[in-house]
């Protein structure tokens, strides 16, 4: 039952992508507007930005398409003041997908928000003081890693691989140094790989970790230095994260602390994934000695042939858009 419930997020991992809108004053009275909406399939989304004052009412000055992504831009050239408008995405509550809102004006100042389905509008208070609140690129990384269900099922299958015992801290410590190493490098530019390469390779390390979850007998490198292969699995995966940014968009100011935030928020959910898991496993051993059955077994293959399955659905996926 449980495995009916999640398939179908599981077989879409990392489909759902945000939009970005970006707004730049680039000098008074005169604004250029990016806006990138995902592509599922042949068919955009239906998301379409909207200002208060209008200005986005008008034929774009450009429209082209992007690997998964529409994009459209507007040249604006209006004596209406940015600040005290509304931004709505016309179409978000119908979605999963949320909106990244980047606006900054001649002056220096800035505004970054995340626009999610339950809450589609954005006011514009440029010239009050920014609201206390979580950085919008902190939120996009703990977004990006729960919703990221492959990173996860990499992290489950290497915490039921370890076990819940010091050998998981340090196995996750790798894997976590390892994946900030390649995603400061590829997101600052000093490291391109193809990305459709690199989703393929991802869930190849899935597979991996299912298939020596399965294997029995003598313990394997794998078994007795976890570490070893969530550090090197670990450097492909933080390349997949540099990708998911990308995507996003960097700020063209505060590239660091953006790209700090948004690492930082990757740590955040991958941690409480981990703990709710470990809780989970603790609970069902729990269960489990309170059983006459031997269930040692099922609790050992049930989770790796899922784990193998799905990565090997993922993988036979990816390899075809990598030659398409």
């Known amino acids: ?43 955009a989304i239906r998301l379409s930005p909207h200002l208060s004052s209008g200005w986005l009412e008008a034929r774009p000055t450009d429209e082209y398409a992007a690997p998964g992504f529409l994009v459209r831009t507007w040249t604006i050239a209006s004596p209406t003041p940015l600040d005290g408008q509304q931004v709505t995405i016309m179409g978000l509550e119908k979605t999963i997908t949320d909106v990244l809102v980047q606006v900054e004006l001649a002056d220096g100042h800035r505004l970054d928000a995340v626009l999610k389905p339950d809450h589609p509008t954005l006011a514009l208070a440029l010239s009050a003081p920014p609201a206390p609140g979580v950085p919008a690129y902190l939120k996009l990384g703990v977004e990006h890693i729960l919703a990221g269900i492959d990173h996860l099922a990499f992290v489950l299958g290497l915490l039921l691989l370890v076990g819940a015992n010091r050998n998981l801290i340090t196995a996750i410590t790798a894997f976590t140094v390892a994946h900030s190493l390649t995603l400061a490098a590829a997101a600052l530019g000093w490291v391109h790989v193809p990305s459709a390469l690199i989703e393929s390779l ?26 070893i292969v969530a550090f090197t699995f670990g450097l492909l995966h933080g390349l997949a994260f540099a990708g998911a940014l990308a995507e996003i968009g960097l700020p063209t100011q505060g590239v660091v602390a953006a790209l700090f935030l948004f690492n930082l928020g ?32 099922p609790a050992r293959l049930v989770p790796a042939y899922a784990i193998g399955c799905f990565a090997a659905l993922w993988f036979i996926e990816r390899v075809g858009v990598a030659f398409q």
């Open 266 to 297: 990757v740590e955040i959910g991958q941690l409480i994934f981990v703990g709710l898991a470990v809780a989970a496993i603790l609970a069902l051993r729990r269960l489990r000695a309170m059983t006459p059955r031997d269930l040692s077994q």
């Open 1 to 43: 039952m449980l495995f009916a419930l999640v398939a179908p997020a599981w077989a879409t991992a990392h489909e759902v992508r945000p939009a970005l809108l970006q707004i730049t004053e680039q000098a008074p009275g005169r604004y250029q507007v990016f806006w990138k909406q995902p592509v599922m399939g042949d068919v």
């Open 202 to 227: 991802v869930a190849l390390s899935i597979v991996f970790v299912a298939a020596e979850l399965l294997r029995t007998g003598q313990p394997s490198l794998t078994r007795r230095h976890p570490w």
